[in-house]
């Protein structure tokens, strides 16, 4: 069973949606949770990091998180052509490091 | 903001080169890391270091060797290049100590011919 599953996608929505993305994670002791986005071809870029259950909204992004369901999901509202991307899910599973999801392609259309 | 360089955007080299894949960061970061990422496989961890002098092995370290000599620069070497390492070589770095947000290079693209 992989460590962070994410739905490889592509999500489509149009433009002015809310773009739904959704992770789950295996280890219940995770404590802190991660959403990168990267464009083809460049490096990932982090957008929202996320330690307790609830909701967290920066902008137009919000992460949530429910560690009894071990699921982290981001919604993306008004969405706009250039946040057609891949999301990474990230999880901290101990000591420093991260497990990465292979990520959720994104597609926004005009 | 934090400020991750990598020595190249692109590099091709010949199988059985030695290569030096150099990593800076300026934020005086405790936690460096490398990755390797190849479609369909994700982000998989080569190594990661903690401390000067200090390394750990990811989850695919075989082929790659790692050196850090001062806190902001990670080098990741290739001893004996071979195809199979032809890929995407992302490094990052956490501040360590519970904050464990990694911030990205902007990845260097290897082929090995």
């Known amino acids: 069973q992989k460590e962070v599953e994410q739905n490889s996608g592509p999500l489509s929505v149009p433009e002015g949606a809310i773009a739904s993305l959704n992770c789950t994670y295996s280890?219940?002791?995770?404590?802190?949770f991660f959403w990168y986005r990267q464009y083809s071809g460049k490096s990932p870029e982090l957008i929202m990091s996320?330690?307790?259950?609830g909701d967290k909204e920066d902008g137009r992004f919000t992460a949530q998180l429910n560690k009894a369901s071990q699921y982290v999901s981001l919604l993306i509202r008004d969405s706009q052509p250039s946040d057609s991307a891949t999301y990474l899910c990230a999880v901290n599973t101990g000591f420093q490091k991260l497990v990465f999801g292979t990520g959720t392609r994104l597609l926004v259309s005009p | 903001d934090v400020k991750v360089t990598q020595s190249s955007r692109y590099l091709v080299k010949r199988t059985g080169e030695k290569v030096f894949l150099e990593c800076v960061q300026d934020?005086?970061?405790?936690?460096m890391f490398w990755y390797r990422q190849d479609p369909g496989l994700g982000l998989r961890l080569i190594y990661f270091s903690y401390d000067v002098k200090m390394k750990e092995k990811g989850d695919i370290p075989e082929g790659y060797s790692v050196s850090r000599e001062k806190k902001e620069r990670f080098s990741l070497i290739l001893e004996s290049a071979s195809t199979n390492q032809t890929s995407m070589y992302l490094c990052a770095s956490s501040l360590g100590t519970g904050y464990n947000e990694q911030f990205f290079g902007p990845g260097t693209r290897l082929t090995v011919l």
């Open positions: 996320i330690y307790s259950n």
């Open positions: 280890d219940r002791g995770s404590q802190s």
């Open positions: 934020m005086d970061h405790e936690n």
